[in-house]
Each structure stands twice: as C-alpha cells, then as structure tokens.
Nanobody, 121 residues
Framework: VQLQASGGGLVQAGESLRLSCVAPRSIFSTFRSYDMGWYRQAPGKQREMVAAISSGGRTVNADSVKGRFTISRDNGKKKVYLQMNGLKPEDTAVYYC?????????????WGQGTLVTVSS
C-alpha cells in the first residue's frame, strides 16, 4: 500500500504547516477501518512516531509535539492530516504517513513516500 504524503516545505520557527496523506485507491473502500499515523526521521536519527489516530478517532501524540501538532482524518476524502503549529528547528525531518494498528502502542505496517519539513531558526 503506497501512501502519499505532501505539504512539507521550508518555514521559519514559530510558523505552521499542514501535512496531508492520501490513501491509494486500493484501500478506498476500507480506509475508515484503518488506524493511521505520522512518523518522522531527522538527519542522523531513528524514525519516531509523531501522532496516530484510530479508526474511531482516538488520537495519541508524542510528548515532543503535544500541544503543537494535531492529527485528524477525513474518511470521505481518504486523507489523514497533521497540523503543525509552533514549529521548531528540531522538528526538521522527513515526515511519513502510514497505516498501522493500535495494540499496546501504535505500530505502523505500510509506509509511503515522505515529505520534507525544514524549520529554520
């Protein structure tokens, strides 16, 4: 399953961006049943979870983005969003959306192409 993220770019610290992720047609009919998430990978660092949303709308966020980032979904448009406010230079990374599932924690299964977010100080 190839998920396509978009919306990245170069911004200054304190500004906002909204990332979007659209599901491929192959899962259009079942999109609403999936848990979805956003991960990011900064240069020289491991990939980490940013936020996830269950099929029922329950959300979880990494401590580093609580109060600044919001994940949401539009099942009609087959999209997941990541609203990022108050961006910091340490938020610079390639952001990936994924399909996964909630167990004890959120676990990604399918990955898509990422979108680069660069935050200048």
């Amino acid at each position: 399953v190839q998920l396509q993220a978009s919306g990245g770019g170069l911004v200054q610290a304190g500004e906002s961006l909204r990332l979007s992720c659209v599901a491929p047609r192959s899962i259009f009919s079942t999109f609403r049943s999936y848990d979805m998430g956003w991960y990011r990978q900064a240069p020289g660092k491991q990939r980490e979870m940013v936020a996830a949303i269950s099929s029922g709308g329950r959300t979880v966020n990494a401590d580093s983005v609580k109060g600044r980032f919001t994940i949401s979904r539009d099942n009609g448009k087959k999209k997941v969003y990541l609203q990022m406010n108050g961006l910091k230079p340490e938020d610079t990374a390639v952001y990936y959306c994924n399909r996964g599932y909630f167990g004890t924690d959120y676990s990604p299964v399918d990955w898509g192409q990422g979108t680069l977010v660069t935050v200048s100080s």
